[in-house]
């Protein structure tokens, strides 16, 4: 088994942070210049065209995309074949600190979320999970998430009997009340299953595949395609001032649960979804 090396954890966070704080990902810029071909609200493709251009100017400026920069969300995927020798993520804190510090980010991070706001001044600490996984190999996931869009996310506890059709008003209510807040378009990510405290990391894992990627399960993906089109049909729109395009695309995750429970969590991503995969 190859051991996974912590220093090649934090140096590929540290390039990470660097590359997506300034780098919209393909599929998002592909899917913002997509939109705004096919929109009909003149006022809706205003907003898309803008947003594409945002991004070619952060790129080629090397500013940030978004005045807000994020927390940064880091979940590590190990494979049968490797192995975590001792805390891999003991140098992330660091590798996060210096690349917030040399691409003059913002830093959004408070020292307790109750009893002291003070700024850490450092964006950290970083939110960090390993997972084990069946795939062979090691992958990094690397997440910039704004704080409109995780505000305007969601969990709710569905009875059973609610179904198929009480997950898509669950999805569907919380864009309704929340989405005007997250910068749409956006991409939405669902968590369906397991338990309360883990059905939210379902969803933000939703939103790590990306735009061009359909879901391997064929029922998956077809669920996808119904509830970005109940997603669409809000008319919220770009920016939030109407049109046809609320959402760029709509990922789920699903999990066994226990008999009694449809635990279902919304874990919304604004139009500059900065995140990346990379292989260890």
């Known amino acids: 088994m190859r051991p996974i090396e912590r220093e090649l954890v934090a140096r590929t966070v540290r390039q990470a942070v660097s590359s997506l704080a300034f780098d919209l990902p393909d599929d998002i810029r592909c899917g913002l210049v997509e ?64 690349a917030y510090a040399e691409g003059r980010l913002r830093m959004s991070i408070v020292r307790d979320a109750l009893f002291d706001r003070t700024n850490t001044a450092s964006n950290t600490p970083a939110f ?57 378009p956006l991409v939405v990510g669902v968590g369906v299953g397991s338990t309360f405290d883990k059905v939210a990391g379902l969803a933000k894992r939703a939103l790590m595949r990306p735009l061009d990627e359909p879901a391997c399960d064929e029922r998956t993906a077809r669920f996808e395609r119904e509830l ?44 500059a979804m900065r995140r990346g995969t990379y292989e260890l």
């Open 128 to 184: 960090c999970e390993i997972h084990p996984c069946a795939r062979p190999g090691a992958r990094l996931h690397v997440m910039l998430k704004g704080g409109g869009s995780d505000n305007a996310s969601r969990v709710v506890m569905l009875s059973p009997s609610a179904g198929r059709q009480g997950v898509i008003d669950a999805v569907v209510s919380c864009v309704r009340d929340k989405a005007a807040n997250a910068c749409p």
């Open 35 to 98: 939109a705004a071909k096919a929109e009909d609200s003149p006022r809706a493709s205003k907003v898309l065209e803008l947003l594409v251009e945002n991004a070619r100017i952060a790129s080629e400026d090397r500013v940030a995309i978004c005045q807000d920069t994020g927390s940064v969300w880091v979940s590590l995927e190990v494979g049968p074949d490797m192995c975590v020798a001792g805390d891999v993520m003991a140098d992330v804190d660091d590798a996060v600190a210096a």
């Open 228 to 271: 970005l089109e109940a997603v669409n049909a809000t008319g919220l729109g770009a920016g939030a001032l109407g049109g046809s395009t609320t959402a760029l695309g709509v990922r789920v995750a699903t999990a066994p649960c226990h008999i009694a429970a449809l635990p279902v969590a919304v874990n919304m991503g604004c139009s």
